[in-house]
């Protein structure tokens, strides 16, 4: 049972469209969801995380907005760059679980100049 | 800091041996995790550890054991290696900020079990 689902599986946009990456979970104990990127041949890094209280969070160009009734958040890349090129993980976990993180299957994002 | 460090970068073993992967982080983090990545997937939880001399099970921990004896060191042993650990490895740390995780991540392991 998949408890974090993530779509698209890849995703090709042109330089200064929006990148939208979505992600699904199952279980409502999670109150943690953060966005990791990764580029080949590196481990994943922190982008921008969220927690329940709040719908939208924004960091620069990244956006996470955060719907709790449909158990739902995806990532925006506004003005997407071809350095934004790389693999994106959603990811969720729970406060009292030792961060222990369930994540979602990567997005492959291609920025095309 | 240099953060979290594992050695080594890249590994082939022939199946049946056994080998430990190393992992360090410099940051004091309480918290550190194994994870498998393979390909098309993501990150699969094999151990992980709330602090020195405590280790608990991920979600994928058959084949594989972990150690604790330092805040610093979270060593990954695999024993009798089989083709299904040919993966990509990474090991993380982290601290709770309010409940927050932050993940901190090492440069991977490339396992090839032949």
């Known amino acids: 049972q998949q408890q974090v689902k993530q779509s698209p599986q890849s995703l090709i946009v042109q330089k200064g469209g929006i990148s939208i990456i979505n992600c699904a979970y199952e279980n409502t104990a999670f109150d943690y969801f953060p966005w990791y990127q990764q580029f080949p041949g590196k481990g994943p890094a922190l982008l921008i995380a969220?927690?329940?209280?709040?719908s939208e969070k924004k960091e620069g160009r990244f956006t996470i907005s955060f719907n709790k009734s449909a158990k739902q958040f995806s990532l925006h890349i506004m003005d997407s760059q071809p350095g934004d090129s790389a693999t994106y993980f959603c990811?969720?976990?729970?406060?009292?679980?030792?961060?222990?993180?369930?994540f979602g299957d990567g997005t492959t994002l291609t920025v095309k100049p | 800091n240099a953060g979290v460090t594992q050695t080594p970068k890249f590994r082939i073993l022939k199946i049946g041996q056994s080998m430990t992967l190393q992992c360090t982080q410099d940051?004091?983090?309480?918290?550190m995790y194994w994870y498998r990545q393979d390909p098309g997937m993501g990150l699969k939880l094999i151990y992980y550890?709330?602090?020195?001399?405590?280790?608990d099970k991920g979600e994928v921990p058959n084949g594989y054991n972990v150690s604790r004896s330092t805040t610093e060191d979270f060593p990954l042993r695999l024993e009798l290696a089989a083709p299904s650990q040919t993966s990509v490895y990474f090991c993380?740390?982290?601290?709770?900020?309010?409940?927050?995780?932050?993940?901190?991540f090492g440069p991977g392991t490339r396992l090839t079990v032949t």
């Open positions: 969220i927690r329940p209280d709040v």
């Open positions: 993380a740390s982290s601290y709770s900020n309010r409940g927050s995780y932050e993940q901190y």
């Open positions: 940051m004091n983090h309480n918290y």
């Open positions: 990811a969720a976990s729970r406060s009292t679980n030792a961060g222990k993180s369930t």
């Open positions: 550890s709330v602090g020195a001399g405590i280790t």
